[in-house]
């Protein structure tokens, strides 16, 4: 782990002071990010063009590039691919005026750690700089993402998150994030009373460090960590997509593996969970309307520009001796393999109405059986994921793998 003072492993020969390249920003962005940035940063006084970027970048090799997405969002896009493939190592920041759920989206998909809202989030700016440089997060110790996502409420995807999480996490350290912001289940279902939640995460977003969230989370006898919803639905703010970026980039860099059970919902947080996932598992039940709901989700998920490849279509409850729909008829009208199937089995049932594990329920029970093959689904995916750290999302938004 590296600690501030030793030179960042960066490719500029400044150890101190980050070198940042600003591009597209107007003379107020600039003066906001200058006041801002002060000392910590060595920065020319006005932003360069997007046309000029590309040269510029190679040239001064900065530890930080900030792109503005106020009006050129396409070419701030274009730019952060281009960079990603050249200067793997740079950290791209987005910065706009104001806050736009999907622009912050495609920015997260197209490699930028952090879209910023100045003036107003100006600390996160100076944040994200800072750690560009004191960066102590050695590449591979930052955490996989794994989004479970049902294609409708009830398919599965609570029981799914905290068991595969608990198989998990003998050897990781492992987290579960309840973000179904009208259910919450998680807690229930490891019979955990928390007594911090992720309401007050979000009260304290802009304290949130690592330390900070340890402290947050209830820790079942598996060792896997929580963050619970609330038990009352009374203070229900449902947080924006910056809030759960900001937490999600904190979580990662504390598990090594992050298990978000995002429920059935389409909101803010479910695509902001969807966009960041290394794996997104997308539950579904064999029979029509869950599979409609899955073939919308799949819709979205190709509309909001999110690879097939990071996708897997995991089938719950199946009834292998009278199946409700066939694999191969789900796979055909989804088109789609269908990766993991979980059987249908009381074990499962007792364990959700027990507050337990299936394993502590019944081992040997073919649900367990089950379970402990699906997590081999994402194991594998490590090893995939390693391999093709450059080309994950994931792997720029939280600086793995570069
Ligand atoms: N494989 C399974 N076999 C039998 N029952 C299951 C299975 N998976 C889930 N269930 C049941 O389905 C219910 C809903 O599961 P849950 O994880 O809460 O769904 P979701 O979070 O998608 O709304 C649980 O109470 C549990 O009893
Ligand atoms: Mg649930």
Sequence with gaps: MRTPGTPAPSNSSVTHTANVLVIGADALS???????????????NTATPFDDAMMVARKNRPNVVIASFDTEHEEAIRIAQ??????????????????DPDRMRAAMRAGYSEFIVLP??????RQAVHEAVFNDTPDDDAGQVITVWGAKGGVGSTFLSVNLAAELSPVQRVCVLDMDFSMG?????LDLEPSNTMAEVFKNLSRLDERMLNGQMAIHTSRVHVLAQPKTLEHR???SSDAVMKLLTTVAKSYQYVVLDCGSRVDDAALTAATVADRLLLVTTPDVLSVKNA?????????????RSRISLVLNRVDRKAPLLSVPDIEQNLGC????????DRVAMKAVNDGKLVRDVDRRSQVARDIEAFTGLITN???????KASNSIFASIFKLGG
Excluded: F
């Design 30 to 44: 600039m003066g906001q990010i200058r006041e801002t940035l002060g000392t910590e940063a060595a920065l020319s």
């Design 237 to 239: 703010d449902e947080p």
């Design 120 to 125: 107003e989030d100006s600390e996160l700016l």
């Design 82 to 99: 281009q960079i990603r493939a050249e200067l793997p190592k740079t950290v791209l920041v987005a910065i706009a005026r104001r806050t």
């Design 337 to 344: 393999r269908v990766e993991a199937q979980i059987s249908e």
């Design 295 to 307: 073939w919308r989700r799949l819709q979205l998920l190709e509309r909001l520009g999110i690879e």
């Design 185 to 189: 289940d998680v807690a229930a279902m």
């Design 381 to 387: 995916g490590e090893v995939l994921h390693d391999k």
